[in-house]
């Protein structure tokens, strides 16, 4: 009996097409099988190619048959439903070596093939060139034979079989049309070479074929390319808005890894203890002792770079050292991952406010929020610069809806010196005023308090899980994954202040819809009653 590393139940369940064929894939060809049954039958099955024909190397360096584990079932599932897949992993899952050897089947036994494998460097480029050389060499000639094919080109960067597939195995491609792409540690190309991970996006996944198979994959190294990515992939699955562009998101835990395992006694501590009960508690799961040691024993090794390493969740892997975001990860578990991001989430039946972050020399940005029943939906954006109140005035106006209030930051109110410098220029509420009642629109200006930065930050995360937000507002979905502390590179440890970026702008205007919603009427006088047509249809707290 060939051991897959896979019971039946978790085989029906990956695949449920092809309930029933368990054991089709678990036992090598009766020796009763006719030729042509073995061909009809085995050969004309992928599946059941990838676990019996190819020859890899272990992790103890000894030549052994492939044969899949449970993270490479589950990938290789995932593929057949959706052709692009991203994979955030743990370590030595044998993704790599699992694609690898899919994709040299395909050109093997697909003619027209262009598979593209990108490594991480020249070294890995020519390691997975060696790798895929062993694979044809170890092929049994009677495969080879039944397939009629033979190498026609073998060098440093590709090679060839005469049925006109090819392997390119690169660290770049842009020009060359493909129908398999596998990128391998992306995370860590993003880290060590930003420019060339923008290539890698704005060339090498563009010229993946329609409808073909690409696979993205690497353990967690902060915050990169690859981790926008990933929020953008957990972001189309819970809005609904998959598309075939899309990548399907996959984590793979070490708690699903069977070699994640350590069979010599490791004494927990307090850290460990509580670590253990709260990821039992989170995932409904029970971990062995022998889970327990494998962990301890790599805390004590890996260090803060453990759960980069070996994740037992997502937002786990990416609580790297250089992580200093402050509302990605209670954003993406209580807004994205419960399905609040939605596509046409305004409602004509509800009246709208207007949150503002005012730039000076810098963008501003609108937000507009609509009240119901406690929650806050956030159901459009707009930002620009170079532009006066007046023009965001007239485009809030323009959207046709019921607007109630523009609601302005605490520097709405400061009056300015005149360009003759003979006194106070009007303030931009002033402005903001004028404008509104010269252009006869039905709508108000409210003025925030001035409140402390740390403050503003606390209140946006105590309104994150009654926050729903429109898809289409993809600044400010940017700005609440993104927007960070300050890093001091020298003395590499995290400012107590925001880094001010291209986030930060979306993130201030949050901020005051958090704000908003906390003031009372009682408490300053530069807010606005809500009009009384509204105080009984809207969940805005004053």
């Known amino acids: 009996m060939i051991n897959l590393r896979i019971t039946e139940q978790q085989f029906d369940e990956l695949y449920p097409d092809l309930v029933g064929l368990y054991d089709h894939f678990d036992q090598p060809p009766p020796s009763t099988t006719t030729k042509n049954d073995f061909e009809q039958r085995y050969l004309s099955s992928k599946l059941w190619r990838l676990n019996n024909l190819y020859t890899v190397i272990n992790k103890d360096g000894e030549p052994v048959t492939f044969r899949m584990n449970l993270a490479q079932h589950k990938v290789y599932a995932a593929t057949r439903m959706h052709p692009r897949v991203i994979i955030l992993k743990s370590r030595q899952q044998g993704i790599s070596t699992f694609w690898l050897v899919s994709y040299f089947d395909d050109g093997a036994f697909c003619p ?96 993946l074929g329609k409808g073909n198979t690409g696979v993205i994959e690497s353990t967690a190294e902060g915050r990169n390319m690859f981790k926008d990515l990933w929020d953008a992939s957990i972001l189309a699955l819970h809005s609904g808005q998959m598309t075939a562009k899309d990548f399907y998101p996959i984590f793979l835990s070490w708690l699903d890894d069977p070699d994640c395992t350590q069979e010599v006694y490791q004494s927990e501590d307090s850290e460990a203890t509580k670590y253990f009960q709260e990821l039992e508690h989170k995932l409904g799961v029970k971990l062995s002792q022998e889970q327990k040691n494998f ?25 790297a050292s250089r992580d200093g975001t402050y509302y990605s990860k209670k954003f993406n578990e209580l807004v994205v991952r419960k399905g609040r991001v939605q596509a046409d ?46 023009h965001y005035i007239d485009y809030a106006h323009d959207t046709g809806w019921d607007i ?104 201030d205007m949050v901020r005051q819809i958090a704000m908003g919603v906390s003031e009372s009427e009682s408490s300053n006088d530069s807010v606005r009653a809500i009009p009384q047509r509204y105080q009984q249809s809207s969940g805005f707290a004053l």
């Open 112 to 207: 027209y093939l262009n598979v593209g494998l990108m490594a991480q460097g020249t070294d890995e480029a020519t390691t997975l060139l060696e790798r895929a050389k062993f694979l044809w060499d170890t092929l049994d000639s009677g495969v080879k034979e039944f397939l009629g094919i033979r190498l026609t080109k073998d060098n440093t960067k590709e090679f060839a079989f005469s049925n006109n597939s090819t392997i390119f195995i690169r660290v770049s491609f842009r020009s060359t049309t493909l129908q398999r792409l596998h990128i391998s540690e992306f995370g860590k190309i993003a880290n060590a070479n930003p420019q060339r991970a923008k290539e890698t996006k704005t060339g090498t996944l563009q010229a």
């Open 295 to 319: 962990w301890i024993a790599q805390r004590r090794e890996l260090g803060p770079d453990l759960f980069q390493e070996y994740p037992a969740t997502p937002e786990e892997a990416f609580l």
């Open 345 to 390: 989430l305004y409602d004509p039946n509800l009246p709208v406010d207007v949150f503002f972050d005012l730039g000076v020399d810098d963008y501003t940005v609108m937000g507009f929020v609509q009240w119901y029943r406690g929650a806050y939906r956030i159901v459009a954006e707009y930002w620009n610069n170079g532009y006066g109140i007046g």
């Open 404 to 507: 109630r209030d523009l609601v302005l930051p605490h520097d709405a109110n400061q009056r300015g010196t005149n360009t003759a410098g003979s006194g106070l220029a009007k303030s931009t509420r002033d402005i903001a005023d004028e404008h509104i009642d010269s252009m006869s629109y039905n709508m108000g200006t409210r003025v925030l308090a001035r409140t402390a930065l740390a403050d503003g930050i606390q209140a946006v995360r105590r309104i994150i899980p009654m926050m729903w937000i429109d898809v289409k507002c993809t600044y400010i979905i940017d700005c609440m994954n993104n927007y960070s502390k300050d890093f001091d590179d020298k003395l590499q440890v995290w400012k107590k202040t925001p880094r001010h970026d291209e986030f930060s702008h979306g993130a």
